[in-house]
């Protein structure tokens, strides 16, 4: 299989309720390598989990971030859904005992690396390919070769901002993509892969990490060395 591939539980994995506590409790007894949740402010302008919309009811980040430091092997990763929460979502997991524990994803801003210059010493970032590939889904069907653009483009963001990951909808995952990644010292992350066929392939590939809503299945395969 090559070097181990990270495994992330999906929000709501191994169907549990989404952005609940229900499943970050279920994901922290697992052996994932980190869970994901969705990050936005509530009506009282609060960090809680929500995709989109985060009720008066829904988890609060700071409680989900105290859950996760009490297991110190699980990382937590952060798929922000609104634009300007990098920093305050930064001192709160440091407050939490996190630091170096935490992974951005989803609407996460490079400004903020201005803004906290060492913010990349406390959080990894999985790097959006979509913000920085314009129509990335209808041009991977039409243009030939687009694969490569996209590896290009997002490999200029990535080394321009520091960061060494980029995160992709594993649909569109080609191996020309990992490899041309991988000669710059970018790794990929492909979310969100469920299939085992799909889960064995990217194990094959050696790509940094697999987001998955089936965790104990991706775990499974994981321990079976496929």
Request: charged letters at 25%; a negative charge.
């Amino acid at each position: 299989m090559g070097k181990t591939v990270l495994l992330t539980a999906h929000s709501g994995a191994d169907n549990r309720p989404d952005n609940s506590l229900e499943f970050v409790d279920y994901a922290l007894r697992s052996d994932a390598d980190a869970l994901e949740v969705d990050v936005r402010r509530n009506s009282q302008g609060v960090l809680a989990l929500g995709h989109d919309a985060a009720g008066a009811s829904a988890p609060t980040l700071w409680d989900t971030f105290l859950r996760v430091a009490e297991h110190p092997s699980m990382k937590i990763n952060c798929d922000l859904k609104e634009r300007g929460l990098e920093v305050e979502v930064s001192h709160l997991a440091e407050r939490a005992g996190l630091g170096g524990r935490l992974i951005f994803s989803g609407s996460f801003d490079v400004a903020a690396l201005t803004c906290r210059s060492d913010l990349l010493k406390i959080a990894d970032v999985y790097l959006d390919v979509e913000g920085y590939v314009p129509n990335l889904y209808w041009n991977y069907r039409d243009i030939p070769d687009f694969d490569l653009e996209a590896a290009d483009r997002i490999c200029e963001a990535c080394l321009a901002a520091g960061i060494q990951t980029a995160n992709i909808y594993h649909g569109l995952v080609t191996r020309r993509f990992i490899e041309f990644l991988s000669r710059k010292g970018i790794g990929v992350s492909a979310w969100t892969v469920d299939e085992s066929e799909a889960l064995e392939w990217f194990f094959q590939r050696g790509v940094q990490n697999v987001t998955t809503r089936r965790i104990a299945s991706a775990l499974a395969l994981r321990r079976e060395g496929r």
